[in-house]
Every structure is written in structure tokens, then in C-alpha cells.
């Protein structure tokens, strides 16, 4: 290797899952449920890969991409089938999927794991449910791994892979806006662009996509803001039928919007979802406070800056404030 890695892999790790490729004759990729531009990204680099090394290859989402993401190239061949599980893969590669849990297949791939297929788990989160495990948790994005990933493969890397991964990179920086903004993000990013990145479009695909029914939404999350001043929590609340009045879902980017708050230790984003459930979304404002530590208290889990959990209950005001009951 003649070149820097930006990630802190094992390349050792990298070369056995060269390997494991270069055997496989049918590769499954798997992203994580309610899928973001890093793990598209990611899956949308490694068709455009595998293509380019002529493997037979499936793409799978449990849930459909967000449409501000279907610009990427190769967006349309991840599936959200999920009979997509009964062809013969003799090898999973998952990518940014912190759990088998957060797949959303998790039963279908325990099956593919007891029936000895492997996995290679290729994440920033603290992870190792694969057979290997290319993980940094240190690294802003999975983006930034699979690049340094690929470089070692010698992949090349046109300019639709450039764009991939920019995205993933844009989007778990917030477009350069949280502290997974750092010299390795902002060097590649600037390699990306070399490389024929399309910066533009993945910055108005991500940012300027809401509509008028969205914003009026956000408007409901905003005149509900509240401070718990004991705590130094800010926190607002979107129920149930605020999603039925708006007849919108676009509730994504809350959780960011709120962290811009200069007053508060921590943000939070408290929203009913289907069947009496509720989840917070958590992001960190103070440098010191650390949300995932919390959000696993209640069974969830993410990052030191942004995580979040799931919860039982409807929502109630009372008095000025609100209370899960
Ligand atoms: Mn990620």
C-alpha cells in the first residue's frame, strides 16, 4: 500500500474479505432498516464494485429508499423484497448495520449464518456479529471505511462511486456541520471530488427537499419547544395526529434541526409512532454529554452525539410540559 488509510481498519481483515469475495458466486449486500445516504451510499459503491469485478450480486433494504436518495446510481437494484431470501448468497456483506437486529432480516440472515454462510460486517458502530468484522468506531461515516476498503481491493473508483460515497459522508456530518467533521472527512471528501463527485446534487437532494405540508409540520415541532432548565434538556414533541393533519411524514432532519440550540446540554425529538410507541431521538449539544449511554439505559443505542430509543406509551400534555404515559 502506497497510500494513507483514513480509518483505522485491519487490513489484514481487509484481504481476508477480498477473499471471501473473490470465491463467493452470489453476494448478498445488506444495509439497515429506514436506510440513510451512508449505508445507500454504501450499498450503491459495492454494486457499482462488484460490477466491475463481473460478481453475481443482490442489494437489500428492508424498507424502500427515501426518495432523495434515488439519484444515486444503482439505487433502483436495492430490493425490499424480502423473498430476495430464498436464492442461494453464499456470502453477506452488511454495511453501516450497527446489529443483525437493525438489518431488519434478522431472522433471514441467522438462517443464512446456520446454514454457514458467511457474514463481513463493514460498520462505524460498535460492532461484530460477522464472520469479519471491518469496523472502526472512531470513523464519521461507513463511507469513509468502504473507501479505504476499496482502495486496498484497488477498486477503481468512478465518479457515480465518488458521488456514493460523498453522500454517505455528507449526510453523517450533516453536511459538515457535526464534529464527525474532521480532517480524514473533509481530506476524502475533497479525493471524492477529484474523483468526479457530484457535490451539488447530493447537497440539494439531502437539504432542499421539503415541501409546504413538511415545513408546517416542523412549525408544530418548533411552537412546542420546551426547556427543562433542572435538566437543561431542550425537548419538543410530535404526536400521532400531527401526522394525519399534515398528511406528511417528513419528520426527518428533526432531531439535527433542534441540536442547533446554543442553551441546552442535549436536544430531543419525542415522537409517537405506530401502536402506542414512542421514539426519541437524542443529539448531543455539550461536548461531554454522551446520548448513546443513555438511549442504552433505554434499550436503544447510536452514536456518542445522536442516538436514540423506542418506548411503550402515548403522549400527554400536562400543564406547560409533557409526560409518556
Ligand atoms: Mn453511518
Known amino acids: 500500500m502506497n497510500f494513507e488509510l483514513k480509518t483505522k481498519i485491519n487490513g489484514q481483515l481487509v484481504k ?9 458466486q452470489k453476494i448478498l449486500l445488506v444495509g439497515h432498516k429506514n436506510p440513510d445516504g451512508d449505508t445507500i451510499g454504501c450499498l450503491t459503491a459495492m454494486v457499482a464494485y462488484l460490477k466491475s469485478i463481473n460478481k453475481s450480486y443482490a442489494a437489500f433494504s428492508a424498507n424502500e429508499l427515501p426518495v432523495n436518495l434515488e439519484y444515486l446510481k444503482h439505487s433502483q437494484e436495492i430490493g425490499s423484497d424480502k423473498n430476495i431470501f430464498n436464492h442461494s448468497f453464499d456470502l453477506v ?74 453522500a454517505g ?28 463527485a457530484k457535490f451539488n446534487i447530493i447537497s ?39 401526522i394525519g393533519e399534515a398528511g406528511t411524514e417528513e419528520t426527518e432532519g428533526m432531531s439535527n434541526f433542534l441540536s442547533n440550540l446554543a442553551e ?35 434499550g436503544g443505542g447510536g452514536h456518542k452525539k445522536a442516538a436514540g430509543f423506542t418506548i411503550k406509551g402515548r403522549l400527554e400534555q400536562e400543564g406547560e410540559g409533557w409526560r409518556i404515559v
Open 264 to 298: 441546552a446540554r442535549l436536544s430531543m425529538v419525542i415522537k409517537e409512532i405506530k401502536d402506542g410507541e414512542i421514539r426519541v431521538s437524542m443529539r448531543a449539544i455539550d461536548e461531554q454529554v454522551d446520548v448513546a449511554e443513555m438511549a442504552r439505559h433505554f
Open 93 to 166: 456483506i452488511c454495511l453501516d448495520t450497527a446489529d443483525l437486529k437493525y438489518s431488519g432480516v434478522e431472522n433471514e440472515l441467522n438462517r443464512l449464518k446456520a446454514r454457514g454462510v458467511k457474514i463481513v460486517n463493514i460498520d462505524h458502530h460498535p460492532s461484530n456479529y460477522g464472520a469479519i468484522n471491518i469496523v472502526d468506531d472512531q470513523a464519521s461515516s461507513t463511507s469513509v471505511i468502504l473507501y479505504d476498503i476499496l482502495r486496498i481491493w484497488q477498486a477503481v473508483i468512478n465518479k457515480d462511486m465518488a458521488t456514493s460515497l460523498l
Open 204 to 242: 440539494r437532494q439531502l437539504y432542499q427537499t421539503k415541501t409546504q405540508d413538511g415545513l408546517k409540520l416542523w412549525s408544530r415541532l418548533l411552537k412546542r419547544l420546551k426547556k427543562n432548565d433542572t435538566l437543561n434538556i431542550a425537548y419538543s414533541v410530535i404526536l400521532a395526529e400531527d
Open 16 to 24: 481476508e474479505a477480498d477473499k471471501l469475495i473473490k470465491d463467493a
Open 169 to 196: 459522508i455528507l449526510v453523517d456530518t450533516m453536511n459538515f456541520m457535526n464534529s464527525a467533521t474532521n480532517d480524514k472527512s473533509l481530506g476524502l471528501s475533497a479525493e471524492l471530488l477529484q474523483r468526479g
